[in-house]
């Protein structure tokens, strides 16, 4: 996607060969900021402090991190520590896990001195590959935002999304942002209510710049306002992403995800998940057993924003020595999801279909592994 009109990635290799580029997503929109991530350790605090974030971006950024380590120690041992560590950064976004999963599968079969070469290469692949999901769920949404526009007769079709599932939260293109970029490249005349997301106002900050690089027209509302908008006939769609799905169809998403999930289902207004296959944890029969990370309370008792001398500032929106709690996701159950939005088609959050779907994502790693056996016999 375009940054100031280039197409850029939110991560990628130094030119050194070994130090990770990232853009600081904790210093947008107001300053566009990359930081050099050179140890695991420096790439453990981009995860947990949210210079990145998204479950793809946070499973690339991990499995970069493992390479970091490897320059030290290519040892089991190593990968192992290492992996822990970075696993241990995020609790609720499952591609953590996963990245670090197929990092770790590739590179134990292999001699230790071909370990750090090798790593590269296939964190490398995991960015690669993650730009090519994203490209393909935005070409099943497209479908959807197209069917609803032949019922426009011209008129925009109006998108509601939550939070940022878009390319700053994936490697490129986004999951819920994936469909609304391709509609509006083309030609399709899209509008997108872009909730704030408040505690960390991640649409504000995030989706809203976005769109607004990408020339996508959009509207920033407060987050209690889907509702009201649904209500008066101008929401014709609702697109969000996903940290976590669960082998249900129950979604874990920023807080306030479920809340416009009730409003959707209320207003009979399609509401659908963009997601990565990577992000399905199939071990887990229901949403509700997923982990639901409670971060600083000072994400809520402060805000960061610019000030008109232009210098950027985090400012205390309470009286001093107020309490606040912070869930930093909650969850949607299927029952009020219509459909979820795959590299491999759209499917409905049922235990037949993500049965179907289950059986698709594992024949397709079977032949990733098969290929691999055949190059390097």
Not at 4 to 22: A, R, S, Y
Not at 245 to 261: H, P
Not at 335 to 354: F, R
Request: with cysteine; glycine share 8%; aromatic share 6%.
């Amino acid at each position: 996607m375009r940054l100031n009109g280039k197409p850029t990635l939110t991560i990628w290799l130094n030119e050194d060969g070994k130090t990770v580029d990232i853009i600081d997503q904790t210093k947008l929109p107001h300053q566009l900021v990359v930081e050099n991530l050179k140890t695991t350790e420096d790439a453990a605090r981009a995860i947990k402090d949210m210079l990145v974030r998204g479950a793809p971006l946070i499973g690339a950024t991990a499995a970069y991190g493992l390479c970091l380590a490897l320059h030290e120690d290519a040892s089991d041992e190593s990968i192992i520590e290492a992996s822990d560590y970075l696993n241990k950064q995020r609790p609720t976004a499952v591609n953590l896990r996963w990245a670090l999963e197929v990092m770790g599968g590739h590179l134990k079969p292999l001699p230790v001195e071909q370990r750090l070469e090798a790593a590269y290469g296939k964190a490398a692949e995991i960015v690669k590959d993650d730009i090519e999901v994203n490209r393909r769920i935005g070409l099943h949404g497209l479908e959807i935002i197209r069917k609803i526009a032949d019922k426009k007769n011209g008129e925009p079709v109006n998108i509601l999304t939550h939070c940022n599932a878009g390319w700053l939260a994936t490697t490129d293109w986004g999951t819920a942002t994936s469909p609304i970029y391709h509609a509006h490249r083309e030609g399709i005349p899209v509008h997108v209510w872009v909730d704030e997301t408040r505690p960390r106002n991640q649409g504000a900050a995030l989706t809203a710049y976005e769109l607004l690089h990408e020339n996508v027209p959009h509207t920033l509302i407060v987050d209690n306002a889907g509702g009201h908008l649904m209500q008066h006939g101008k929401v014709d769609i609702c697109i969000v992403g996903t940290d976590r799905t669960a082998a249900n169809g129950d979604v874990a998403n920023k807080i306030g995800t479920y809340l416009k999930a009730l409003a959707a289902h209320d207003n009979n207004i399609p509401f659908y998940v963009g997601l990565p296959t990577s992000t399905i944890d199939w071990t887990l029969n229901s949403g509700f057993d997923i982990p639901i990370e409670e971060r600083s309370e000072d994400e809520v008792l402060k805000v960061w924003g610019a000030l008109d001398d232009g210098s950027n500032a985090e400012v205390l929106i309470t009286a001093p020595g107020v309490k606040a709690a912070n869930p930093a996701f909650d969850v949607t159950p299927a029952k009020y999801v219509t459909g979820l939005i795959t590299e491999y088609g759209v499917i409905e959050p049922n235990e037949t279909a993500m049965a179907k779907l289950k059986h698709k994502q594992q024949e397709a790693r079977a032949n990733d592994t098969n290929n691999l056996v055949n190059e390097a016999s």
